[in-house]
């Protein structure tokens, strides 16, 4: 199996979580290197492996910036894959190299990402249209009751998340890249701190590339939505959305429009009134 290297970004990190990550990741041969960037305030602590390189950042740079560190790293040893991956995740035997021959045979595959659990079994829609501020708007701060067809189709819901499908925005829980890829669009955005940075690296790549959900197998992610219990998370996330939407257009975006009627395309909904555009 072609070389892998990992990396995963810490902040007074659940060091339970981390271990079991960390000895999941560890059996599997064709990983080079596991980056652990570490942005908190005091050292980390974990089971130390000879596979596992710790970078202490001393200060908090932000999820991108830190994993860029990583990347950066996996640029010098020749990797052929990187995988960004969360603490608070674990994986299905075979998971990775599974999702590995996958991308061995095309090398138009940029990005994948698996079907992710929550611990109780159900699913999580991470597979999402590219958003206008209206569709983030009405996500976070609007009951559910409303504009429930929207909801629905931004998150893609109707597809059945039961096939490898082909997406532009796919979460940064878990993301199998190409570095040939990466080295050609570039790394993380470095402007945003917290949260649209999957999503701006994913609409990159996806522009170029194949960006997809694979379903054959599953992780279970222990999602804690922290923009949604913490006051300052939200005020991150909010700010972050807006340099998003300063650098790619607000409500005029016809590259935004021409992808989500691309992607619906995929399921027999090419028609532009299925995805309106604020």
């Known amino acids: 199996m072609s070389e892998i290297n990992v990396s995963i970004v810490l902040y007074n990190t659940n060091t339970e979580q981390l271990n079991s990550l960390l000895r999941q990741l560890c059996v599997y041969d064709a990983i080079k290197t596991i980056y652990l960037i570490d942005n908190s305030p005091k050292e980390s602590k974990f089971e130390y492996n000879n596979k596992i390189k710790y970078i202490r950042t001393g200060k908090n740079l932000g999820y991108g910036v830190a994993h860029n560190i990583a990347l950066g790293e996996s640029v010098k040893d020749g990797v052929k894959y990187h995988l960004v991956v969360n603490s608070d995740i674990e994986l299905s035997e075979g998971c990775i190299e599974n999702m590995v021959n996958y991308m061995d045979t ?4 940029a990005s994948m990402m698996p079907k992710v659990l929550y611990p109780d079994g159900s699913l999580q829609y991470l597979c999402k249209l590219l958003p206008s501020p209206f569709d983030l708007f009405i996500r976070r701060f609007i009951p559910n009751v409303f504009f429930p067809k929207r909801r629905d189709m931004f998150e893609l819901r109707h597809t059945g998340y039961d096939k490898i499908m082909n997406i532009p925005y796919l979460s940064g829980c878990f993301m199998l890249l190409r570095m040939s890829a990466l080295e050609v669009v570039g790394f993380f955005d470095e402007r945003f701190f917290l949260y649209p940075e999957d999503l701006d690296l994913t609409r990159r790549l996806h522009k170029m590339y194949k960006t997809l959900y694979y379903p054959d197998v599953t992780i279970v992610h222990h999602h804690n ?5 913490n006051v300052k998370m ?4 909010i700010y972050n959305m807006i340099k998003y939407f300063n650098k790619w257009g607000w409500f005029f975006d016809e590259e935004r429009k021409q992808i989500n009627i691309k992607t619906l395309s995929q399921f027999g909904e090419a028609d532009s009134d299925k995805r309106s555009e604020d």
Do not use: G, N, P, T
């Open 234 to 237: 939200l005020f991150i996330h």
């Open 225 to 229: 939505r922290e923009s949604y219990r």
């Open 106 to 109: 095309d090398s138009m595959v």
